[in-house]
């Protein structure tokens, strides 16, 4: 899938109209929202949690590479193999090499938004691996050939009648007559044809909330218990992570827990924490034979030292898309790729490069909702307006918008000038609205006056008033 | 309690200047009636937010060391916006390097500048206004006045003491009604998204009279509004609590 985070204007058109959508995401916004403000106020050190959840993460940025090498020694001592991946084409290689060295024909995977970065399905179905998806979410998205919408919900744009009709035409079995009408009944539907490819996998590949440094181990949380049996009952265990997954400690990862799942779903803990380390021991009563780490840079390196390296932080619990009035009113799908949200406009143009991207840190009205309840306390205005500044300097913004900029700042800095400015078009413009207080149409103000009309100046600058009154 | 008659600068910020006049004289009434000394810097022109936030960072500084020569010398600075002060007392100090003289002028201009109602019930201790104001009123809060300055209680409170003033909630008074600087021109159709979605609230509350106070949101808020007819009228919070019932709603011409 490729990206198209360039042609954001035409997919917010397209998501704007689409009334399935729409319908989806009325609930979605304000539910989560209602969840996480019940954890938070339950919780009196919430905010002091994501205080120390920083410094943790700061810390660990300033000596990733201390960190990263520690985390190898430990998995590599419990008996696992870690590979390092500059890219996502490096990554995807070295997956499908440890899925051939293992005769796979089938791969059960876990939910893993890196997985969805290197785009590692269909790099498996072109190698004839079968991938399945067991998060419910992702399996859904897997049959409808789609991205996720959400960070941490793949597919909160659908509708459950939607859902119903992609099971009839993915689930060629099933009895045209079964009664698909109740949610439990499709969960049904899905757990039946995915239990059965648990059994048939030959490797399972699970992401990683965290890496522990101390001790070599990885850990997901889920919901659905998926993930436990995707890299538990196959021979082979493949973690795929990003570099900035590492924590130092156990209880660093504790700490960090504590607002991760309250962020997200406002759950005080997510249903399944599950930690894992290296292959089955001897006395294990299960477990995978081989543990393979691959531990994915693309791109993220470059980000360290820089402006944006507060980026990184992000534990990835969807709080800052949940909040944002714009992921709110257009979806997921419409950021074109595979982060989307603020921390998707923030992220994106690191990995995919700012002239692919230019318009995602632009749509935002800098509202500050997200950075207020990032549990990260990730500064994404900031880093959204960062990305500006390198679009300015490169050109890269439309030239109505740089020119219109130009012209008001030229005359901005000359207040004299300024002051003649705005006197005549306060008057042109109260004219135009011929005594009726606002105008439907304003030469040159397309995008405000097609939804709105313009309210009409009332004549006279303050200034210019103000100097009258002082005679 | 602050120095008697203390001396204001008012910031009358370059939308309220050109467009809504009637916003900046309200807040001098307001400044007056609180005690203070007003004067009007005319040097004065925008905060230079837009250019800040379209990251044309050069053209932001040059307009905020034309805001902190202006307001040098003045025991505060007040503006009738929360976004302008914001600008100031938030992303100002970003501007320059840490340790030179123009970022401890901006630290220190920060300091002293203040959103209008803020600035009342904060430093002049201002707890009721003696106005008059018919209105079924909903309060909306702007996002920078909220978010960086913590303005929340204080318009409340106001105007709940202006004398013909009832407040009903709405839903979401906190979420952004798609204004954003030059985001509602370049994205209109998410702008209107997220309007349609506003105004489903301020209706729902069956508020004659909306209220906020950002003149930018105001203007994005009024526009759709009156596009659809609608009878609301729309205010910006000084006027409501300078009793100015006299000049025409935003939008409207009588």
Redesign the interface.
């Known amino acids: 899938m490729e990206a198209s985070a360039a042609t954001f204007?035409a997919n917010?058109?397209k998501a704007?109209a689409d009334s399935q959508l729409q319908y989806a995401m009325t609930e979605t916004g304000p539910r989560f929202q209602t969840k996480r403000s019940v954890a938070r106020d339950a919780l009196p050190e919430f905010d002091a949690l994501r205080d120390q959840s920083r410094d943790i993460k700061n810390h660990v940025l300033d000596h990733l590479d201390i960190y990263l090498e520690r985390y190898e020694a430990k998995v590599q001592a419990s008996g696992g193999h870690v590979h390092w991946a500059a890219t996502a084409e490096e990554a995807r290689a070295q997956i499908l090499e440890i899925c051939r060295k293992a005769n796979a024909r089938v791969v059960t995977k876990g939910k893993s938004m890196i997985s969805e970065e290197i785009d590692l399905n269909h790099h498996l179905e072109a190698n004839g691996i079968q991938p399945v998806e067991t998060d419910l979410g992702e399996y859904l998205i897997q049959i409808r050939n789609e991205r996720p919408s959400h960070i941490i919900a793949p597919a909160v744009h659908l509708t459950r009648d939607q859902v119903e009709a992609d099971f009839r035409k993915a689930h060629t079995h099933l009895d045209p007559n079964r009664d698909l009408t109740e949610i439990p009944a499709l969960v049904e539907e899905a757990r039946t044809v995915l239990r059965q490819k648990y059994f048939e996998a030959d490797a399972g590949v699970t992401g990683a909330n965290f890496l522990i440094a101390e001790t070599g181990t990885s850990i997901i949380v889920t919901n659905e218990g998926n993930g436990d049996l995707t890299q538990t009952l196959p021979k082979v265990h493949i973690v795929i992570a990003s570099i900035e997954k590492i924590v130092p400690t156990l209880e660093d990862a504790a700490t960090i827990l504590r607002v991760l799942a309250r962020s997200a779903t406002g759950q005080d803990f997510s249903n399944y924490t599950t930690l894992s380390t290296g292959p089955r021991r001897d006395g294990d009563p299960d477990g995978p034979e081989e543990y393979h780490v691959v531990i994915l840079d693309n791109g993220r390196s470059n980000v360290l030292g820089t402006e944006f390296q507060d980026m990184l932080r992000c534990i990835r619990c969807g709080a800052c898309l949940n909040h944002c009035?714009?992921y709110n009113?257009?979806g997921g799908h419409a950021y074109g790729w595979v982060y989307p949200g603020p921390i998707g406009s923030v992220v994106t143009p690191a990995l995919v490069g700012i002239e692919n991207a230019k318009h995602l840190p632009?749509?935002?009205?800098?509202?500050?909702?997200c950075?207020?309840v990032c549990p990260m306390r990730i500064p994404l205005p900031?880093m959204l307006?960062h990305?500006?500044?390198?679009?300015?300097?490169r050109h890269l913004?439309p030239a109505s918008?740089r020119w219109g900029?130009r012209f008001?700042?030229f005359?901005?800095?000359r207040?004299k000038l300024?002051?003649f400015g705005?006197r005549i078009?306060?008057r042109v413009l109260a004219n135009m609205?011929h005594?009726?207080?606002?105008l439907?149409n304003v030469p040159l103000?397309s995008?405000?006056t097609?939804?709105?009309?313009?309210?009409?100046?009332?004549g006279?600058?303050?200034?210019?008033?103000?100097?009258e009154r002082a005679k | 309690m602050p120095e008697a008659r203390p001396r204001v600068g008012l910031f009358v910020t370059c939308l309220v200047d050109m467009m809504r006049p009637s916003i900046g004289f309200a807040a001098v009434k307001l400044l007056e009636d609180a005690g203070c000394r007003v004067e009007v810097p005319d040097t004065q022109t925008c905060c230079g937010q837009p250019a800040y936030n379209s990251g044309d960072k050069a053209d932001a500084v040059t307009l905020a060391r034309n805001i902190i020569a202006a307001f040098r010398g003045f025991d505060y600075v007040v503006a009738p916006s929360g976004s302008c002060a914001g600008m100031i007392v938030k992303h100002y100090p970003e501007l320059f390097a840490e340790g030179t003289a123009d970022h401890a002028a901006a630290v220190e201009l920060g300091h002293r500048t203040y959103e209008l109602v803020s600035f009342l019930t904060r430093v002049m201790k201002v707890q009721k206004v003696d106005a008059q104001f018919a209105a079924r009123a909903t309060y909306h809060d702007s996002c920078s006045g909220l978010r960086e300055l913590g303005i929340s209680a204080e318009p409340r409170q106001l105007l709940a003491s202006v004398e013909g003033v009832s407040l009903r909630e709405m839903t979401d008074s906190n979420v952004c009604c798609g204004f954003g600087g030059t985001f509602c021109v370049k994205y209109p159709d998410i702008s209107d998204k997220m309007l349609e979605k506003k105004l489903k609230h301020i209706a729902d509350t069956g508020a004659d009279t909306l209220i906020a106070g950002d003149l930018g949101c105001l203007m994005n808020m009024a526009g759709k509004l009156k596009r659809e007819g609608s009878a609301i009228k729309v205010r910006h919070v000084a006027e409501v609590l300078a009793g100015d019932m006299a000049t025409p709603s935003i939008g409207e011409a009588e």
């Open positions: 204007p917010v058109i704007l009035p714009v009113a257009v632009n749509a935002s009205t800098f509202c500050g909702r950075e207020e900031k307006r990305w500006r500044e390198k679009e300015f300097e913004q918008i900029l008001w700042a005359a901005a800095k207040p300024y002051q705005t078009a306060a609205g005594g009726k207080g606002r439907r103000a995008g405000w097609k939804y709105r009309d313009f309210p009409a100046p009332q006279k600058t303050f200034q210019q008033m103000w100097k």
